[in-house]
T-cell receptor, first 110, second 112 residues
Framework: AQRVTQPEKLLSVFKGAPVELKCNYS??????LFWYVQYSRQRLQLLLR??SRESIKGFTADLNKGETSFHLKKPFAQEEDSAMYYC????????????FGKGTLLTVNP | DGGITQSPKYLFRKEGQNVTLSCEQN?????MYWYRQDPGQGLRLIYY?????DFQKGDIAEGYSVSREKKESFPLTVTSAQKNPTAFYLC???WGTGSEAFFGQGTRLTVV
């Protein structure tokens, strides 16, 4: 069975500090990993996906199959980064489904 | 205006009554999903559908039912068998495997 673990419920950093939101997954097949973000009073939306290998809003995430991790990183946090972040795993082939972690609430303090 | 629409935004029902939450998308997406969002629990998958007239149980399907008679619609019924139905429900749609999921604004169901 597939599972996504985000060990930190809450993460608080100061503006300008580096931030890392952890995500580990469990899946026997070839995983597709995503980070979704939910800003206050907005819809949940895609931040980035591992297959794109892109940087969005200064965030990057690298898939480490050996450690089964997909941590989200940003070198210098901004106040507008404060939001709920969810790691998600896509799996299942023809019965493809998207499984989410419990989320990490990031607060960036001025 | 393209997108995914959930209605109503707020819903109140008496205990023991079935209630149906609406989810409509005009993005021509094949896949649709229903999640339940509770504080500290993240998003838990209730049901999902990759194609019209077919759907699969997610991790917490007990007490819920769905239908997928049209590509654009994926209604969720919360039945009286659901032990703890009060929650925030999110619907999403996507092209399918590996593609971005687009979310609705959610329906907050309160059962009294």
């Amino acid at each position: 069975a597939q599972r996504v673990t985000q060990p930190e419920k809450l993460l608080s950093v100061f503006k300008g500090a580096p931030v890392e939101l952890k995500c580990n997954y469990s899946y026997s097949g070839s995983p597709e990993l995503f980070w979704y973000v939910q800003y206050s009073r907005q819809r949940l939306q895609l931040l980035l996906r591992h297959i794109s290998r892109e940087s969005i809003k200064g965030f990057t995430a690298d898939l480490n199959k050996g450690e089964t991790s997909f941590h989200l990183k940003k070198p210098f946090a901004q106040e507008e980064d404060s939001a709920m972040y969810y790691c998600a795993l896509g799996s299942g082939g023809s019965n493809y489904k998207l499984t989410f972690g419990k989320g990490t609430l990031l607060t960036v303090n001025p | 205006d393209g997108g995914i629409t959930q209605s109503p935004k707020y819903l109140f029902r008496k205990e023991g009554q079935n209630v149906t939450l609406s989810c409509e998308q005009n993005l021509n997406h094949d896949a649709m999903y229903w999640y339940r969002q509770d504080p500290g629990q993240g998003l838990r998958l209730i049901y999902y559908s990759q194609i019209v007239n077919d759907f699969q149980k997610g991790d917490i399907a007990e007490g819920y039912s769905v239908s997928r008679e049209k590509k654009e619609s994926f209604p969720l019924t919360v039945t009286s068998a659901q032990k703890n139905p009060t929650a925030f429900y999110l619907c999403a749609s996507s092209w399918g495997t590996g593609s971005e999921a687009f979310f609705g604004q959610g329906t907050r169901l309160t059962v009294v």
